[in-house]
């Protein structure tokens, strides 16, 4: 069966991408089902910046087709943070619980509601081709966190049009309206177009 890596170790976005990708024959793999993974810094001052940084290193390693994603929550209050620094908000190793405290805190002096959103670049690429799809979501952070699904800032993200967050939405419901569901839907249709998948 041909392979193709997703350029992350993070388990909650390589579940959605799995599920994503689920009825394509290929075997998705995840960085965390490989050895020796070079190291990866994402030096980038944006999210397509930092997929495609994710997508070359792993491909010139491995030599197999690859798809760097890079995600974010983008809040407008903040002028864009924490964007490309969302895994590390809270320091390098901050944990999820972490970074949500600090989101919260810094919105603590500002009136709602706290428009957010969140952003997902996935970068294809095998050696010769190179393929960019963008995703987003919009919404509001609120300061309580809601629900057990998901990862990451989920639990502080009401998507517009809903009255739940994202970590109390099922997880089939995330995976149809998230900024990864539409950056990765968008990759599917141009990889099978394309014939690479
Ligand atoms: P990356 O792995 O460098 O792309 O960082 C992504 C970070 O953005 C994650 O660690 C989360 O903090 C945040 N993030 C991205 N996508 C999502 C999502 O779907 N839900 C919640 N947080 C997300």
Redesign the pocket.
């Known amino acids: 069966m041909k392979e193709i890596i997703i350029a992350?170790a993070?388990e909650?976005?390589i579940s959605?991408i799995k599920n994503i990708f689920s009825d394509i024959r290929f075997r998705v793999i995840s960085l965390s089902e490989l050895n020796d993974v070079p190291e990866i810094i994402?030096s980038g001052d944006s999210?397509e910046a930092?997929a495609e940084i994710k997508a070359r290193i792993i491909f010139e390693k491995f030599r197999i087709p690859v798809i760097g994603?890079?995600?974010?929550?983008v809040v407008e209050q903040l002028n864009g943070r924490?964007g490309?620094f969302?895994?590390?908000?809270a320091g390098e190793n901050a944990t999820?619980e972490l970074?949500n405290l600090k989101l919260v805190s810094e919105l603590l002096s500002f009136p709602e509601p706290h428009k957010a959103k969140?952003v997902?670049t996935a970068f294809f690429y095998d050696g010769q081709k190179e393929i960019i799809t963008k995703g987003e979501v919009k919404g509001r952070i609120i300061k309580t966190p809601r629900g057990t699904n998901?990862?990451?800032?989920?639990p502080l993200?009401i998507p517009d049009g809903f009255g739940k967050t994202?970590a109390e939405l099922p997880a089939d419901v995330?995976n149809k309206i998230?900024?990864?569901a539409k950056a990765f839907e968008e990759m599917k249709t141009m990889l099978k177009r394309l014939r690479r998948i």
Do not use: A, I, M, Q
Not at 86 to 89: E, I, K, N, V
Not at 150 to 154: I, L, R, S
């Open positions: 992350s993070n909650g976005k959605e994402e999210f930092n994603d890079d995600s974010g929550l924490p490309v969302s895994s590390r908000y999820d970074n969140f997902c998901g990862f990451g800032y989920d993200f994202l995330k998230s900024h990864r």
